[in-house]
C-alpha cells in the first residue's frame, strides 16, 4: 500500500509555543489531505481537508487561526498548532488519499503532542 | 454523511472467526464501506473496502447485503496480535470524500 508519513512522531513542548507536523505521502500524489485529533480512548476526529494549493477547509468548532494548515506540494502538508496549551495535548494523524474517487485514505503514524 | 453504528467492543479467543457488523442506514448510492484497524497510538491500517456482494482479501472478508444497510466484517481465526479498534467507515463528502469515523469496535482477542 501507499506511504504516508508524519514527523515527529511525538513532541513536547512549552505552553504557549507553536509546533508543527508534517504529513507527507511518499509515493503518490495527493491534491487532498485530511487532519485528524484523536483523545485518548476515543475515536478520531476529523479537524480539517487541506487542499493543494487553495486554503484549508475546517470542520465545525476547530479554530482555523490555531490550527494553521499548509498545503504547499502535492506530496506535503503541514499542520501548526500556535500558541499551544495543555488542552491541545492529543494524538494528531494525517491521511491522505490517491487522486480519484472511493480509492482508501492512507494514515499517518501519527504525532503524539503533549504540552507542558 | 454517512453515520455509522458499531458494537462498542467484543470479545474472542485465539483461533476462532470474529464477525463485526456495521450498520449505515443512509449510505449514499455512490459511497463505498471502508475497514479500518487501529492499534494503540499508531495511524489507522486499512483492511478492506466494497461496495456490494462479498469481498475478499488476504486478511479479511467483507459482506454487504444488497440494501446496503450494513456491513460485516469477518476475521479468520483470530490471534491475540488482531487485538485492536475496528472503524467502519461509509463516507465520502462532495468532492473531497472526507472519511469520518465512528465509536469504532475494540475487539479483544483472549488466549
Known amino acids: 500500500g501507499a506511504v504516508v508519513s508524519q514527523h515527529p512522531s511525538r513532541v513536547i513542548c512549552k505552553s504557549g509555543t507553536s509546533v508543527k507536523i508534517e504529513c507527507r505521502s511518499l509515493?503518490?500524489?495527493?491534491?487532498?489531505m485530511f487532519w485528524y485529533r484523536q483523545f485518548p480512548k476515543q475515536s478520531l476526529m476529523l479537524m480539517a481537508t487541506?487542499?493543494?494549493?487553495?486554503?484549508?477547509?475546517?470542520e465545525q468548532g476547530v479554530e482555523k487561526d490555531k490550527f494553521l494548515i499548509n498545503h504547499a506540494s502535492l506530496t506535503l502538508s503541514t499542520l501548526t498548532v500556535t500558541s499551544a496549551h495543555p488542552e491541545d495535548s492529543s494524538f494528531y494523524i494525517c491521511?491522505?488519499?490517491?487522486?480519484?474517487?472511493?480509492?482508501?485514505?492512507?494514515f499517518g503514524q501519527g504525532t503524539r503532542l503533549t504540552v507542558v | 454523511l454517512a453515520k455509522t453504528t458499531q458494537p462498542i467492543s467484543m470479545d474472542s479467543y485465539e483461533g476462532q472467526e470474529v464477525n463485526i457488523t456495521c450498520s449505515h442506514n443512509?449510505?449514499?448510492?455512490?459511497?463505498?464501506i471502508t475497514w479500518y484497524q487501529q492499534f494503540p497510538s499508531q495511524g489507522p491500517r486499512f483492511i478492506i473496502q466494497?461496495?456490494?456482494t462479498k469481498v475478499t482479501n488476504e486478511v479479511a472478508s467483507l459482506f454487504i447485503p444488497a440494501d446496503r444497510k450494513s456491513s460485516t466484517l469477518s476475521l479468520p481465526r483470530v490471534s491475540l496480535s488482531d487485538t485492536a479498534v475496528y472503524y467502519c467507515?461509509?463516507?465520502?463528502?462532495?468532492?473531497?470524500?472526507?472519511?469520518?469515523f465512528g465509536s469504532g469496535t475494540k475487539l479483544n482477542v483472549k488466549p
Open positions: 491521511s491522505a488519499r490517491r487522486r480519484g474517487e472511493n480509492t482508501e485514505a492512507f
Open positions: 509515493d503518490f500524489q495527493a491534491t487532498t
Open positions: 487541506s487542499n493543494e494549493g487553495s486554503k484549508a477547509t475546517y
Open positions: 443512509n449510505i449514499a448510492t455512490n459511497d463505498y
Open positions: 466494497g461496495y456490494k
Open positions: 467507515l461509509g463516507g465520502s463528502e462532495g468532492n473531497f470524500n472526507k472519511f469520518y
